[in-house]
């Protein structure tokens, strides 16, 4: 289940006058029905609409986004100052000082395992992270897992495509891995429900995974107070 923190309101008086000529360059991955790929097109979906509609009107600028990107590309994006802007990612120590990652997080994700409806695990309620010793797990490569699932006996799958959702699914339902990890269980119930795949989700133990909007360093810390400023309202 994926939660907001704090909700913006729909209608805040004082919102900022966007400058003339003052555009952000968003980045982000793939995370349906989040943020949904369009191909050489920006993208679409929830968060999409809520960063035009809400956020950027309360910062005073507008959104330029740009096309889905695997997530190693993103973070060089970022860093190379292509892309000024990536309103989620995951926070870590070694990501700290490549960006610059506001101070909360207002969205947190609930992990999932993706199983075939016949596998042994298919019949429990929740899982443990030892339950994934000695099974191969899809996941995207570059994206950090909780420090939990990072066990010697789990063999990672990692995918590389800008489609590795829908991949990790396939090779679940194929039959060519055991199951498949996913940081949120809205995103493969909407790709299950797309395509008319059986799959079973099922909680893992592992916190919730708070997400950051993160910029370029090469951006002035006062554009984070201001999309700081503007998340607070």
Known sequence: ????????????????????????????FGATPFVIDQGEAPPKG???????????PRMGLQLAWQ?????????????????DFCPMLTRTPERE??????????????SVIALRPDHELAQRSRLQ????????VGWIQGSPLPPQLERRRV?????????????????VERGQIDAGYFSNSATPA????????RLVLIPIEVPARPLYAAFSLQQPVALLARYEAAARQ
């Open 97 to 110: 000082a490549l960006v610059r990652f506001a101070a909360a997080s207002h969205w947190q994700f609930e």
């Open 155 to 171: 063999r990672w799958d990692l995918t590389s495509v800008l489609g590795w959702e829908r991949s990790i699914l396939v090779k």
């Open 1 to 28: 289940m994926t939660t907001t923190r704090r909700a913006l309101p729909l209608a805040a008086p004082g919102l900022l006058q966007a400058r003339v000529g003052e555009v952000l360059r968003v980045g982000s």
């Open 190 to 197: 909407w790709h299950a429900r797309a395509s008319g795949a």
């Open 129 to 136: 992270p030892s339950d994934l010793d000695g099974l191969r």
């Open 67 to 83: 096309p889905v990107v695997t997530v190693p590309r993103l973070m060089r994006s970022l860093q190379d100052g292509t892309v």
């Open 46 to 56: 929830a968060l999409v609409d809520f960063c035009d509609q809400e956020l950027a």
